[in-house]
């Protein structure tokens, strides 16, 4: 018996989402080289039809878009694909003038609240103009927020449907409104933890009866194994490395890293702070480390294709950022043994003065946490040792998916 499943995502770049819903794809799989009494037909449609991390889909995986461009958004060239996307949705089936009352509606909501959100505006133009399948799905996936929830809520015809939410929901700038109450109409939300579930319940309290926890999937051993690989540092820095994955958003907070360095440089000279990804901010980031005078000592390394050597050569992870969901970069430094430092944000992955530290999203409070751990070599040892015990695997999260075919 075959089960057929469509994913739908946003964008497939590099981002922890994207990575998570590899993986997740990878273990369905998995499954069906297990048995054959249920097999899973599994299709992936990419909203916007770009994202670098295509070359790592599984064969198996049917890529639904009639195009698509490896281009990762946060990168020149691929943002100029997504202004054309947009522009070019924005015309489908007229969809930019059946949205007009409802777009500006939302405008006039955030002029109220003085922050403009464009992504918020823009969503519900890629969903209703995205590509249509007349095919009938057993199960639909919407695996992030915004775009793709209402594309599988309006657009899809599925038996079941799923929504994942990897955000705080309201911090994130989204509404019922904006939503257009679209969780509603799915069979089960599945929060990446439980903050962000109590997040979205207040927001959406009707849907607490199907609304489950599904942590996010990484393989270890696969980390491991990458973690032995060529490549990491080049430099000859031979003192305490700092690592931070993420890409270079607002999201991300870099300023407050970068202003905490500027004060950790004042008591620790041998200290030097790496970060790993890339983003539209580089630039505004590059002005400010050079304004600090840390251009040897907070340094942007660009996105790479392994970040693990990077990992196992560090020695404390900092994950100083703002409002998110549960961090797969902080999964992948606890499966590595790294102590972490991290923003209250991250509570439910760090037990603080247990496994790691957490701190203020403040640079006094950032760079007072690294400095008592780059003082403190025992410190660093027993949160290190507390990481590799931490249960960053999740096996039975995947039988609240699997389940919803057997319904």
């Avoid at 739908?8 to 009494?37: P, Q, R, S, Y």
């Avoid at 946060?74 to 489908?92: A, D, N, P, S």
């Avoid at 609240?113 to 399948?133: A, N, T, Y």
């Avoid at 820095?237 to 360095?261: C, H, N």
Wanted: aromatic share 10%; glycine share 8%; hydrophobic share 40%.
């Amino acid at each position: 018996m075959k089960k057929k499943i469509l994913f739908v995502i946003n964008t497939l770049g590099g981002a922890g989402a994207e990575m998570a819903l590899l993986e997740l794809l990878e273990k369905l799989i998995k499954e069906n080289e297990k048995t054959k009494d249920v097999q899973y037909e599994i299709s992936l449609y990419v909203l916007m039809g770009q994202g670098e991390l295509v070359k790592r889909l599984p064969g198996e995986v049917i890529l639904k878009n009639k195009s698509y461009q490896p281009l990762s958004v946060l990168q020149k060239e691929g943002r100029y694909f997504m202004y054309r996307t947009i522009l070019k949705t924005m015309f489908v089936r007229g969809t930019i003038f059946r949205l007009m009352p409802y777009l500006l509606s939302l405008l006039a909501d955030m002029l109220k609240k003085r922050k403009i959100l464009p992504d918020k505006l823009l969503w519900r133009v890629l969903s209703d103009g995205g590509e249509r399948f007349a095919e009938e799905y057993d199960l639909a996936v919407a695996y992030l927020e915004g775009g793709s929830a209402y594309y599988v809520a309006d657009h899809v015809h599925a038996k079941k449907k799923a929504a994942f939410i990897h955000i705080d929901y309201t911090k994130a700038g989204y509404t019922r409104k904006s939503d257009r109450d679209c969780y509603l109409k799915y069979d089960a939300v599945f929060p990446i933890g439980e903050e962000i579930k109590q997040q979205f319940l207040k927001v959406y309290p009707e849907c607490s009866g199907r609304t489950k926890v599904f942590h996010n999937i990484i393989n270890t051993e696969k980390i491991k194994t990458k973690a032995l690989q060529p490549g990491g540092f080049s430099d000859d820095f031979d003192g305490i490395r700092l690592l931070t994955v993420g890409r270079l958003t607002e999201q991300k907070s870099y300023p407050t890293a970068i202003r905490a360095m500027k004060m950790i440089k004042e008591k620790h000279k041998n200290v030097r702070w790496y970060v790993l990804g890339e983003g539209p901010k580089r630039k505004e980031l590059e002005r400010l480390i050079g304004s600090l005078g840390l251009q040897k000592d907070f340094i942007l390394c660009g996105s790479v294709e392994n970040p693990y050597p990077y990992y196992k050569g560090a020695d404390i992870y900092v994950h100083a950022t703002g409002f998110e969901g549960k961090s797969i970069a902080i999964q992948e430094a606890q499966t590595l043994g790294l102590p972490v430092i991290a923003s209250e944000s991250s509570r439910e992955q760090i037990k603080d003065g247990v496994d790691g530290i957490l701190c203020r999203l403040e640079p006094e409070a950032v760079s007072d946490a690294v400095c008592r751990m780059v003082e403190d070599v025992a410190m660093r040892k027993r949160y290190g040792e507390a990481s590799l015990k931490k249960n960053v695997v999740f096996e039975k999260d995947m039988e609240l998916l699997t389940g919803l075919l057997s319904d």
